[in-house]
């Protein structure tokens, strides 16, 4: 059974304001002809390896092409905890993402006001269950405690402290096999110690190019690493260790900080790659 998706159209996307370094100069600067045909392509090379479902892009809100900032869904009780935008221009998604997902049968949990937190944009499972928690730009430092009350199992923080990589899943990829890529220079020291303790040799290092080409806002499905550009340093390491890597452009997407991570969300997570792993032992 193919992982699940969730994708939204690009009808709406622009760069309409400056909420992070990679928007600045960039409000009305989006080809939108071009931002169609880079977004299309990306569905394409999911589509083969994926089951994706739609949202529709509302102009309104620019940024909701952006569904890893949806929530964090939780498969096994088929719940997602909604997010709670830190910026004003991006907090009427909320009330179209609870829209969608209760239309596509799952119970949204609120968090309380006051708590920012920003989905799988600054959460991620890895292949062993562990969740990891961006805290810094976008999360604010209370959101694993309250994460914790409807998530089973560990959930270890990260403090995010270069500005640029404002959310974690721009400086952090949890790989399937228990590998993870990672941009050093995102983390504060005892956050790259935790993470170098958690995942010893497993943990691959991205040079300063490669954290900003955004390779480790890279998307995981079907034996795939599908990113907007990799170096041929880390496309030689993926291989070597069985992915295979696949580039597609999204340059325009990088102009309001996102790239193909952030224009998706897994409904299934770690536990989709812990079921397959489990077939894979039998």
């Not at 977004?39 to 909701?64: C, E, F, N, R, Y």
């Amino acid at each position: 059974m193919p992982e699940t998706l969730v994708m939204c159209t690009p009808e709406g996307y622009s760069v309409s304001y400056e909420i992070n370094p990679w928007m600045k100069h960039q409000v009305g600067n989006v080809s939108h002809a071009r931002a169609t045909a880079q977004w299309q392509a990306l569905h394409a090379t999911l589509a083969k390896v994926a089951d994706i479902k739609l949202m529709s892009g509302d102009a309104a809100w620019p940024d909701l092409v952006f569904t890893a900032n949806a929530g964090l869904p939780l498969p096994r009780e088929r719940k997602i905890i909604l997010s709670n935008f830190r910026y004003p221009q991006r907090q009427g998604e909320k009330a179209l993402n609870r829209t969608w997902f209760e239309k596509d049968g799952w119970t949204c949990i609120e968090l309380p006001d006051g708590v920012t937190f920003e989905g799988a944009g600054d959460a991620l499972f890895d292949s062993l269950g562990r969740l990891w928690v961006g805290r810094g730009p976008r999360s604010d430092v209370t959101a694993p405690q309250h994460l914790a009350r409807h998530v089973d199992g560990p959930i270890h923080s990260l403090i995010l402290v270069n500005p640029a990589f404002y959310h974690l899943d721009t400086c952090f990829c949890p790989l399937p096999n228990g590998y993870a890529m990672y941009l050093a220079d995102a983390f504060d020291q005892p956050s790259r110690e935790l993470l170098a303790r958690m995942f010893g040799d497993k943990l691959i290092a991205l040079s300063a190019e490669e954290g900003n080409l955004f390779c480790a806002n890279a998307v995981c499905a079907g034996g795939m690493v599908v990113m907007n550009q990799v170096t041929p340093r880390l496309k030689g390491i993926l291989e070597e260790l069985g992915y295979t890597v696949v580039e597609t452009p999204l340059t325009e997407f990088m102009k309001s900080g996102g790239s193909a991570k952030c224009l998706t969300l897994s409904l299934d997570g770690w536990l989709f790659e812990a079921i397959r792993s489990a077939g894979k032992a039998s």
